[in-house]
């Protein structure tokens, strides 16, 4: 949502319109929740999706109609037995508002952006009904979720990127950082070693940090920069760095809420004498349990790309622990 949210304000910027396009409710089996947007650009280039690809097709002529006339529309789609009519395969249906976005339509474009930059949650609320249809302001009621409100008015709520911080200067942490900044991640690398920690390495995240990971970790979250969304991710392999970072990570007490992961690479060997050396330090068992180690799941993977995505769907199960299911596609 933030990465198609920063293409559109490029183009309010150059003063070019954009159509983009926000589900703003579903019902049943969807791929994409409500918030979910797709912009097309004057050229006819699009970023962002609302769906698994089923009615991309007839969004595109609706956004590049807005994109001409200026009027807004609302467009439905359910399932469809008709093989050349847009609808969903999965069953469900969604909801769709298109509109033109531009300086005109949309000035607190700006301060919107430049909220979530400084990492602040924003609510953008847009009236889609009555004499003020079309209008926009930012709200200021943050426990409010994205959706429509009963009065017709369309909450769409931008929140600041999850934390994924990972340890280690490795060519395994490369591939995990690529990984989690596909998954709408905010990463990091972190490790003491200044020959290994350079941006260089590592282009896909959005932060080398050349520290020694337990202090680094200990000041941010003194600071309040980690939530109950962030991972860390142990890829150093070495007891020395290993056990202070996860001695910083498991500790309930030094935690306002306790992390959504924390993984540690090693082999079992490894991991019973780390669990050791924690309970030695003086973590008690319960404190352990929230250590997925060896991390990853057991899919027989081998090397960075592979070890990565093992670590990457460990951390998705993980994350959705407590979330309420939802039918898949």
Not at 29 to 34: G, H, Q
Not at 102 to 127: H, N, W, Y
Not at 274 to 291: I, K, N, W
Request: proline share 6%; aromatic share 4%.
């Amino acid at each position: 949502m933030n990465t198609v949210l920063r293409d559109i304000h490029t183009e309010w910027e150059a003063h070019r319109a954009v159509a983009v396009a926000t589900v703003i409710a579903t019902h049943g089996s969807s791929p994409r929740d409500p918030g979910a947007m797709l912009a097309v650009h004057q050229d006819g280039t699009v970023v962002g999706s609302i769906s698994g690809g089923c009615v991309e097709g007839a969004l595109y002529e609706t956004a590049l109609d807005v994109l001409t006339t200026g009027h807004p529309r609302i467009e439905h789609y359910g399932p469809s037995g008709d093989i050349l009519a847009p609808g969903l395969t999965c069953g469900g249906s969604l909801t769709v508002l298109v509109e033109r976005v531009d300086r005109e339509t949309m000035p607190q474009l700006a301060d919107l952006m430049e909220r979530t930059l400084r990492d602040e949650t924003v609510i953008l609320e847009t009236v889609l009904t009555g004499p003020e249809a079309g209008t926009h302001r930012i709200a200021h009621e943050l426990d409010t979720a994205t959706g429509l409100t009963p009065s017709g008015t369309l909450l769409r709520r931008f929140e600041p990127r999850p934390r994924m911080v990972i340890v280690g200067s490795t060519d395994f942490a490369a591939e995990t950082g690529l990984l989690g900044t596909r998954m709408g991640y905010r990463v990091t690398i972190c490790d003491a070693r200044p020959v290994f920690t350079t941006p260089q390495r590592f282009p896909d995240v959005d932060e080398v940090v050349c520290q020694w990971p337990s202090d680094w970790i200990a000041r941010e979250r003194n600071e309040g920069r980690f939530d109950s969304r962030t991972v860390v991710v142990v890829l150093t392999h070495d007891p020395k760095i290993d056990i202070p970072v996860l001695l910083e990570c498991l500790d309930e007490a030094k935690w306002a809420h306790p992390l959504a992961y924390i993984g540690a690479m090693g082999s079992l060997t490894a991991d019973a004498n780390r669990r050791q050396a924690l309970t030695a330090a003086g973590l008690r068992p319960e404190h352990l349990t929230a250590l997925s180690s060896p991390i990853g799941l057991d899919i027989g993977n081998r090397g960075p790309a592979e070890t990565a995505i093992s670590i990457a769907a460990e951390i998705i199960i993980g994350s959705n622990q407590g979330r309420s299911s939802r039918p898949s596609t």
